[in-house]
């Protein structure tokens, strides 16, 4: 565990910088799920990327390309909005 | 060339607002902060000041709208009274642990109730522990001098904390008399420009502001904003010093009155200062040794220099405009507090709560130790 | 004028006795006095009965107490003598200067100098009534000087009111008790 800063030395009103902030893993939250794509039936509407809360959604320019596993909780909410029934949530 | 007017507080805070010119205003109108923004939105209208006032819903929506104005980079300024205060109140602590140098002008009123639109303090001693600057005006010049020099404690670095002027409900607000502004000018070189040397909202360097404290931060937080209103103190100090040079007055966190060698003394907030100085006068006249200890800077609360103040005084009398049922009253406990292991006889007094009027012959009683502790309570007598 | 002199204004809410309390303090601070004006707030309508003070002192004015026993008491609206106790805390040498032709009864016991400006500002025909008796009062203070007092009233009501008509029924009032 990093060692806790004092109060003289963080930022003024706790504010936090992105180089700042440990970038802890979460995809080890994940309890059994993950979201499974089938390319063939994206429309790349998007909502998938909207709604997730972890932005593990990954795009490249503005195309769907897939899932960051490593940020990824499981929630399954992606494949709750997906339209099209393109995404699933498989075992691990 | 001085331009002395006939004012209002609430004028002459509106006055130098326009001078001042800040980017934002959110505000909600209560009496009898009320003629403040009104007079502000007269002069602003006739293109006397570029200022955006937010008309909001509520005075939480005030403090809401002007925290993220003053963290997105604009000089942000509001006002309010009593209930506005006791709304806003859950913000106010956000607005200090945000650090978001907001000035405010408090119009002070007594809090419901029964509802009452006169002067106390209880809206400022509601937000005591808010973590907020709370500055107290005697007259319309005191109220105006104390706005132009509060953005600059405000936005010091060393501070980074709201900072409210507080001026009595209509005793100041209201009256008219004489005040004398500064330059347009000069006013603008004292304040400078707006810059904010903690991260604001920028698109180029994004931030977290107001994050979530876990029990590993939250303590740390705290502890960081209360040395900021620690230093508050110096600051106030070198800024009324600067502000002397400019005005030829000097408003710093307490004014000694007669002190020298006064063996009484008095300790009071706001408007009734000026009645115990003429009282002063009086029994000076009268080869009695009083003096007047008029506390401008309520927090942070200058326990040193009061305690130097009343230094050779045998007896203190301590003026509360606010009660605390079933304690004892703020500024008494905190001049109890700061004289802790002195000789000297404090005495506390409760008086003018919605509006009671403090006269004369009530602070000669007080000065002679003859007056009850509810001062100017109908049926009251001395214990003694 | 030594020390200081307390005056107390009666009238109905919107009769202009908050405006003549702070146009004679205006004058008197251009002429170096220490003043300070202020109205007393209780239920604030159009038609209450509405006082307001005006404090003048050849030194700056410090206290923030209400005035209780004022040197002179102006009665803008004559019916208020049968309820607003109108000479109440009234100073042993002070006077009452009263809306009317002669003193009612109610104030019997106490100086009344009388000023008819319903009837003077109906003559001039600009309803003035607050501003003759504004004259009167300062010609009966013996300061500031009438030239004074119309400048300080003019800037006050600003571009809303004829400067001519307010100076007029300055000079009336003034005039008649000069």
Known sequence: MAELSTWESLPIAGAVRPSGAPRTKTGGWRTGEKPAVDVSLCVNCLLCWLYCPDSAVTLSGETFTGFDLEYCKGCGICADVCPVAAIEMVPE | MTDVRLLTGGEAVAHAMRQIDPDVVPVYPITPQTPIIQTFAKLIADGEASTEIVNVESEHSAMSAAIGAALAGGRTMTATSSQGLALMAEVVYIAASMRAPIVMALGNRALSGPINIHCDHSDSMLIRDSGVVQLFAESAQDAYDLTVMAPRIAEDARVLLPVLVCLDGFTITHSAEPVSLLPDDEVARFVGPYRLRNAVLDTTRPTTQGPFAMPDYYFELRRQQAAALEAALDVLEEVAAEFELLSRRRVGALEAYRLEDATRAIVALGSTAGTVKDVVDELRDEHEAAGLLRLVSFRPFPSAAIAAALEGCASVAVLDRADSPGGTPPLHAELAAALYGSDLELAGHVYGLGGRELHPPDVREIFRGAAAPYVGLRGERCPV | ?178
């Open chain 3, 1 to 178: 004028m030594d020390g200081m002199t307390e005056i107390r204004w009666h009238a109905r809410a919107g009769q202009g006795a908050k405006t003549a309390a702070q146009i004679l303090a205006l004058a008197l601070l251009r002429t170096g006095k220490g003043v300070q004006a202020f109205p007393e707030y209780g239920p604030e309508r159009r038609g209450a009965p509405l006082r307001a003070y005006t404090r003048v002192a050849d030194r700056p004015i410090r206290r923030h107490d209400s005035v209780t026993d004022p040197d002179v008491v102006v009665v803008l609206e004559p019916s208020l003598v049968h309820e607003a106790g109108v000479a109440e805390g009234l100073a042993p040498d002070g006077y009452v200067v009263f809306n009317g032709d002669e003193a009612p009864p109610e104030l019997d016991e106490v100086v009344v100098r009388c000023v008819p400006a319903q009837r003077l500002a109906s003559k001039l025909g600009s309803g003035f009534v607050n501003m003759v008796m504004l004259g009167a009062v300062a010609a009966e203070l013996g300061e500031p000087p009438l030239a004074d007092l119309q400048d300080a009233a003019v800037e006050t009501l600003g571009r809303k009111v004829a400067a001519d008509d307010v100076r007029r029924a300055l000079s009336e009032g003034y005039a008649w008790l000069n």
